[in-house]
């Protein structure tokens, strides 16, 4: 069966509130997966938890639509799956360009759920939010992909700029971002191509993948979730549904599913 977001279909701003919005209000409008929004620049980048997002040009800043494969006798995948999955894919592509620049590929790390560190700090972000179009509501995921390319984190506000870094940081050079975007979309093709087929039984692989990568595991994250007073734990691995298990300080584990877990340095 062919992958039903194989043909990319790019549209191109120069500067726009959020690429996740204008996603949405395409998905809402019945655009086809595969759809592509791409910006040179954003001014209202929104990250997970309500965080603004830094945008100036020289980032690669995009939202990819996807729509699930209705398949009765399948599991669709909800948001959680392909949150895992586009942190795969971009930390992948991001090794391989890497590798291509001279640098480790291994220096590539994983936080949760899918930012992508280097020592620590934030190379890239993703933002997967649901939208629905139709009489029948039918649900679409946004995948928001932010990727510090070009552009300098060292000239972001406090406190961002000091747990940021962009690829230009790293190698001193230029890196064209026509090729990131060519790349970042291959690497979601593949890695998100089992989820959107339906197969969940590959999803392990995936979930393999993440953990080759983890950053968190062995070391104290501080947990939030809403409404409940956080808590540091150890973070230990991570399950079958892609949700993190945690020991807490009372040697408990938990598992955590969409509250944020992050480093603490
Ligand atoms: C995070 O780590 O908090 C997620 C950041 C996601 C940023 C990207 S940039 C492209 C897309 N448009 C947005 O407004 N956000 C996402």
Redesign the pocket.
């Known amino acids: 069966m062919p992958n039903p977001c194989k043909n990319y279909h790019i549209i191109r701003h120069e500067t726009v509130?959020?690429?996740?919005?204008e996603?949405r209000l395409l998905g809402e409008g019945g655009a086809a997966c595969g759809t592509v929004?791409v910006?040179g620049e954003?001014t209202?980048?929104?990250?997970?938890?309500g965080?603004a997002?830094a945008?100036p040009r020289g980032?690669?800043?995009?939202?990819l639509l996807v729509r699930v494969k209705e398949k009765k006798e399948k599991t669709e995948p909800g948001v959680a799956p392909l949150t895992i999955a586009s942190g795969v894919a971009v930390a992948e592509c991001l090794a391989d360009i890497f590798s291509e620049t001279g640098l480790d590929p291994a220096r590539v790390r994983l936080g949760w759920p899918?930012?992508v560190l280097i020592e620590d700090k934030?190379i890239?972000?993703?933002?997967c939010e649901t939208c629905f179009s139709g009489p029948a509501k039918k649900p679409s995921i946004?995948v928001?992909?932010?990727?510090n390319i070009n552009n300098r984190a060292s000239l972001f506000p406090p406190p961002i700029r000091d747990t940021s870094i962009s690829l230009i940081e790293l190698t001193g050079v230029e890196y064209s971002l026509e090729r990131a975007l060519e790349k970042t979309l291959a690497s979601l093709e593949n890695t998100l191509e089992p989820l959107l087929l339906g197969e969940a039984e590959r999803s392990g692989e995936i979930l393999a993948r993440w953990k080759e990568r983890a950053a968190l595991f062995g070391r104290d994250v501080r947990i939030q979730s809403p409404g409940t007073p956080p808590f540091t734990a150890v973070a230990c691995d991570i399950d079958s549904a892609g949700r993190l298990l945690v020991k807490d300080a009372a040697g408990r584990r938990r598992a955590i599913e969409f509250d944020e877990a992050s480093l603490i340095r």
């Open positions: 509130g959020s690429t996740n919005d996603a929004v910006a954003q209202r980048g929104r990250g997970r938890r965080h997002w945008s980032g690669l800043w995009m939202s899918n930012d934030k890239a972000g993703i933002l946004v928001g992909i932010g990727v």
